[in-house]
């Protein structure tokens, strides 16, 4: 092979990485790695190449020799749209007023608390059943098998009948498992059977299902999931959260909805305003309901309980008192504890039977308050076996210790490893960084830590219809990397992610199951990285002893590494090119073509001064003996990491390609390392 050939390689090389990361500037440990991979190409072409000259030394001089950001240097933030600024935020209640165990309600289980019900379904994690034999209607079976349902998960096929009886029920099932449908579908099920569906109006006996999120956005996808099954039937769901038209809520009230979705403020503030009447609700579900009362929304609940079950002008004050309660000084005790007894004392007189539904992948022990004071006689549905974790089966899960440099922040060791971690584990898939505050979420996504993946921030302070818009974009695509604090652990359903990163251990082991859980939905794999320092080792173990798993440790990602997932993305990428955008590009490919085979891209240094290290680590060298060539461009697994195939299949196919073939991959490379994979209309 003539070293013009070689030199070729070693251009589609540094394209196909190009089109990841920024190689503005190469220090000798990348070239080391190019030139080792260019020089593997050529090896598995012709044997005689084992005895030529790395090239890589002539390709990039010492002279040019500087620090790529392989380990994660990064220039100056710039601001990003939407990473902050103002906007309605959420309602800030203050926390601890969900009953927990310890000082603010969400820390340690009480380990004395027993949960105490009329009995206990163990659900059998092997049990599906068909949707055509379940007991549905035959609108929604229709419906099901449309939108690809073939069959329900085990905790949607047995939990029909306790829901579908209308007992009071308790659900803990792992996320991914779909929980909103095991209560969504017998309700609506329920309501059809009632003819409820006939009812248009709010005078007519409307709304009839209230289902609570502790989250705007967790409202927003439960009422879409539901719209599904609702629309074929003639039901109306509605969304209610703050942030949004509370006009345009009441309007749609008058109008008639069979089922509101709602957090708990905004709710409380249409029962104070009068603009909502829940007397004719039959079925509550507290959806995520841990959460909810972990957030300090007990009392949020209680009163909105009342409403339903005590309708009159007495609960519509205690509606009123709730939201005024949230500015009450914590020390006021006589006045806390004369509210508590008002909502007490009517919720224990009433006689109206109202189903209670609570669902969640978590179940803390002083659940146990709740179920006694307002459920009767509760099933407990569980789906979690014993001795079995709580986390999907599906997820795998890492943890990588970091130690800070003297003098710099934790956030800023992360953001010099997150890009690495996304394109080595997540393959540069779609992910999701959870940060403990907010701001370290804005700090990550002001930078540019991220590369070429386009990401966005999502979290309390940012304006509703900037979230809503966040949301969107990344479950269609558009946004690869979503880096966002605890509001985006419960229970959002994005079925494209395909890992998780921590830049530190979240508060406890039910937090890590959220978060975790937001990747290896439905089935699909995903993985999960644990950043961690040495401090943080006692919560990792104990987050290993609670939730029955282990970790697997993880060392930062390697250079060969790096290059190896970077070509594998990189031809995820070029795949996005339009064919007719090639041809603008040909013309610049051809000149580079003949630049490379002339030897004129680069200046050329004397060859023995090269130190680079053409030596192939394991991994390597476990592809150059196990990796079959495929016969077109595409990806191959190399021991556990997946490499571009493209610049080997040229190689391999030296005298086969003509030299239009090659341009066209070379203006492919350019269209992609320049972000043009079509051409707009103008």
Not at 278 to 291: P, W
Not at 458 to 474: A, M, V
Not at 553 to 575: D, F, H, R, T
């Amino acid at each position: 092979m003539n070293s013009g050939w070689f030199r070729l390689f070693i251009v589609i090389t540094m394209l196909l990485l190009g089109s990841v990361r920024s190689w503005r500037a190469i220090g000798a440990n990348q070239a080391s790695a190019i030139g080792g991979l260019a020089m593997r190409i050529a090896q598995r072409t012709n044997p005689m190449a084992s005895s030529m000259t790395p090239l890589s030394s002539s390709l990039f001089p010492a002279s040019a020799s500087m620090t790529v950001r392989f380990q994660g240097t990064h220039r100056a933030s710039r601001r990003r749209s939407g990473s902050s600024g103002s906007g309605t935020a959420m309602r800030d209640f203050r926390r601890g007023g969900g009953g927990g165990y310890g000082s603010n309600g969400g820390g340690a289980q009480n380990p004395f608390a027993k949960l105490s019900f009329k009995h206990t379904v163990k659900i059998d994690p092997d049990h599906t059943t068909a949707v055509t034999e379940m007991p549905f209607s035959d609108v929604t079976k229709t419906v099901l098998q449309q939108k690809g349902f073939s069959k329900m998960t085990p905790v949607q096929s047995q939990s029909y009948e306790p829901v579908f009886s209308g007992a009071d029920v308790v659900a803990r099932s792992r996320t991914g498992t779909g929980k909103t449908f095991a209560f969504g579908v017998p309700l609506i099920e329920k309501i059809i059977a009632n003819g409820y569906h006939r009812r248009r109006t709010e005078g007519s006996g409307l709304p009839v299902i209230l289902i609570l999120e502790p989250t705007r956005e967790l409202a927003i996808q439960v009422s879409q999931e539901l719209s599904i099954l609702c629309k074929p039937h003639r039901l109306r769901v509605s969304a209610v959260y703050g942030g949004s038209s509370f006009s345009l809520q009441e309007k749609l009230f008058r109008e008639g909805v069979h089922i509101v979705v709602s957090t708990p403020g905004r709710l409380l503030d249409h029962i104070r305003s009068n603009s909502i009447d829940l007397s004719h609700v039959e079925h509550v579900v507290l959806d995520e309901g841990d959460t909810m009362l972990e957030m300090g929304f007990q009392k949020d609940v209680e009163s909105i309980l009342m409403n339903v079950k005590v309708p009159g002008e007495t609960s519509r004050e205690i509606a009123a008192r709730t939201l005024d309660n949230h500015n009450l000084n914590k020390y006021d005790t006589q006045r806390q504890a004369t509210f508590i007894d008002m909502i007490d004392g009517d919720l224990t007189d009433s006689t109206k039977k109202v189903q209670l539904l609570l669902f969640s992948a978590t179940m803390p022990g002083w659940i146990c308050s709740l179920t006694d004071k307002l459920m009767q006689n509760p099933i407990f549905l569980d789906a979690v076996q014993e001795g079995e974790t709580r986390l999907a089966a599906t997820i795998t899960h890492y943890a990588l210790q970091i130690q800070p440099s003297a003098g710099h922040r934790l956030i800023d060791t992360v953001s010099g490893l997150i890009e690495d971690i996304i394109l080595t584990k997540g393959e540069g898939g779609q992910t999701i960084v959870f940060t403990n505050t907010k701001e370290d979420a804005d700090i990550l996504v002001n930078s540019d830590c991220f590369g070429r993946l386009k990401s966005q921030v999502l979290h309390g302070d940012i304006s509703q219809s900037t979230r809503q818009t966040t949301l969107r974009q990344f479950k269609d695509g558009s946004i690869d990397v979503l880096v966002a604090t605890d509001v985006a652990a419960r229970g959002l359903d994005i079925s494209g992610v395909e890992l998780v990163i921590h830049t530190a251990p979240p508060n406890d082991g039910d937090s890590y199951v959220h978060r975790s859980g937001r990747t290896g939905r439905a089935g699909r794999s995903g993985t999960s990285v644990l950043l961690y320092t040495n401090s943080d080792a006692s919560k990792l173990r104990q987050f290993e002893r609670e939730l029955k798993f282990k970790f697997t440790s993880m060392s930062a990602p390697s250079v060969n590494e790096l290059a190896l997932a970077s070509s594998s993305y990189a031809v995820k990428q070029m795949s996005l090119v339009e064919d007719e955008v090639i041809a603008h590009f040909r013309p610049y490919a051809r000149s580079l073509l003949q630049k490379a085979m002339a030897g004129e891209l680069f200046d050329v240094i004397d060859p023995s001064e090269s130190t680079v290290d053409t030596t192939v680590d394991a991994t390597v060298a476990d592809a150059n003996n196990n990796t079959d060539i495929v016969a077109a461009a595409g990806n191959t697994t190399v021991a556990g990491n997946t490499t571009s195939t493209v610049a080997i299949e040229i190689a391999n196919k030296t005298e086969s390609l003509d030299n239009q073939q090659i341009e066209n991959l070379i203006a492919r490379c350019i269209a992609t390392i320049s972000n043009r994979m079509s051409i707009p209309a103008r």
